[in-house]
C-alpha cells in the first residue's frame, strides 16, 4: 500500500519549480500579496498610536509634560476606559476586515496553483462570494472556542471576587484540557477547510458545507492517508516556520539598518538626543517617527511574505496531489500531475 503524502513530497517539488521558475518578479510579488493574508507562518497588522495632552500652551515644543508644581499628570478614568475601547473596536475590526480578505486571498491562492497565473484582482472578484462563505463559517469556529471561555470567566470571576479563589482556580484547572482539546479540532477543521474544501469548493462552485459534504466521503474512506498527510504536514510546518524565523531574523537587521539611520536624521533635525522628550511631545514628531515604524513593519512584512512565497506553494502543492490521489474527480491539476509523474 503506497502513502499519497510520502509520494507528495517530492512531486511538490517539482510543481513549486514549475510554477515559480524561471524565476518572473511579477509573479513572485503578486504571489506575495497573495501569501501575505494567508494563514500560517506569519502576518499580523500593526498598529500605531498616540496620544499628546497639554498643559494649555501654544508650543507644543516648549509645554512641559508634568506640571510646574512635580505633581502627577491627571488622566480622566472615562478618557481611558474610552480610548482602550476605540483600541479594542479599531482592533477588531482590522482583525475582521484582514480575515475576509485572507479568506478571498485562499481561494485566490488555489486557482493560482491550478492556472499557474497569478491575477489577484481578477480571482479576488471571482472568488468573493465564496471567500465571504469560508469568512463566516471560520467566524464561526472562532466562536466555538471563545464563547465557552467567555461562559468560563463570567462564572469564574464572581466566584473569586466572593472570596473563594481555591474553587475559581479548580474550576478552570478542570476545564483547561477541554478547551486545549476544543482548540485542536477547531484547527484541524479549518485546516482541513483550507487546504481540502476550498479545492472542491473551487471545482465544483460549492459553498463551505456543500463542499465538506462532498469531500466528507473520501476523507472517510481514505482516512489513514489523510492520516499521514496530518502527521508529515505538521512537520513540514514547523520546518516551514523554521525557516521563515532565520530568514526573518536576518532581513529584519538589513531592513533595519536604513530605517535606524533615518530615524537618527529626524532625532538631530528635531533638536538632537538632548531634547528628545521635548521632540515626543512635537504632534508633527510623532507623525514622522510613527510612520516611520510603519513603514519599517509593513517592508518587513512583504519581506517575510516573499519568503513564505515558495514553501506556502510547495505546501499547497502537497495538499493539491493528496487530494487528487485519493479522489480523482477532486483533482485541480491534472496536466502538471502527468508532467511531474
Not at 17 to 31: H, M, N, S, V
Not at 92 to 113: C, D, K, P
Not at 137 to 158: N, Y
Not at 164 to 176: D, H, K, M, N, R
Request: proline fraction near 5%; hydrophobic fraction near 60%.
Amino acid at each position: 500500500m503506497s502513502w499519497y503524502a510520502v509520494e507528495a513530497l517530492d512531486d511538490a517539488i517539482e510543481g513549486t519549480r514549475e510554477f515559480l521558475f524561471p524565476f518572473d518578479a511579477g509573479t513572485w510579488l503578486r504571489l506575495a500579496i497573495v501569501v501575505f493574508f494567508l494563514g500560517g507562518a506569519s502576518s499580523a497588522s500593526p498598529f500605531q498610536g498616540g496620544m499628546q495632552f497639554s498643559s494649555g500652551s501654544n508650543d507644543p515644543v516648549s509645554a512641559p509634560l508634568i506640571p510646574p508644581d512635580g505633581g502627577d499628570v491627571s488622566i480622566p478614568t472615562d478618557t481611558i476606559l474610552m480610548v482602550v475601547a476605540a483600541v479594542i473596536i479599531v482592533a477588531v475590526l482590522l482583525g475582521l476586515l484582514f480575515t475576509l480578505i485572507g479568506s478571498v486571498m485562499e481561494f485566490a491562492f488555489v486557482e493560482s496553483l491550478r492556472s499557474q497565473e497569478v491575477h489577484v484582482r481578477r480571482y479576488m472578484s471571482r472568488y468573493f462570494g465564496q471567500g465571504l462563505r469560508l469568512f463566516v463559517f471560520r467566524l464561526v469556529l472562532f466562536l466555538v472556542v471563545v464563547l465557552p471561555i467567555g461562559v468560563l470567566i463570567l462564572v469564574t470571576v464572581p466566584v473569586f471576587s466572593a472570596g473563594s479563589p481555591s474553587i475559581a482556580a479548580g474550576t478552570v484547572l478542570v476545564f483547561i484540557p477541554v478547551f486545549i482539546l476544543l482548540a485542536l479540532f477547531v484547527a484541524l477543521v479549518d485546516g482541513l477547510t483550507t487546504n481540502f474544501v476550498v479545492p472542491v469548493m473551487i471545482l465544483q462552485e460549492r459553498g463551505v458545507i456543500a463542499g465538506w459534504q462532498a469531500f466528507w466521503p473520501t476523507l472517510r474512506g481514505e482516512w489513514k492517508q489523510y492520516g499521514v498527510y496530518l502527521v508529515l504536514k505538521f512537520f513540514l510546518a514547523i520546518a516551514g516556520g523554521f525557516l521563515v524565523s532565520i530568514a526573518g531574523g536576518i532581513i529584519a537587521v538589513f531592513l533595519l539598518i536604513p530605517f535606524a539611520i533615518f530615524a537618527v536624521l529626524l532625532v538631530v533635525a528635531f533638536g538632537g538626543f538632548a531634547a528628545i522628550s521635548a521632540t515626543l511631545s512635537n504632534p508633527v514628531a510623532l507623525v514622522l517617527f510613527g510612520a516611520l515604524v510603519l513603514g519599517y513593519v509593513v517592508c518587513l512584512l512583504f519581506a517575510l511574505a516573499l519568503v513564505r512565497v515558495p514553501i506556502q506553494t510547495y505546501l499547497g502543492y502537497f495538499s493539491l496531489l493528496v487530494l487528487g490521489d485519493t479522489n480523482r474527480e477532486f483533482d485541480l491539476i491534472p496536466e502538471l500531475r502527468e508532467e511531474i509523474r
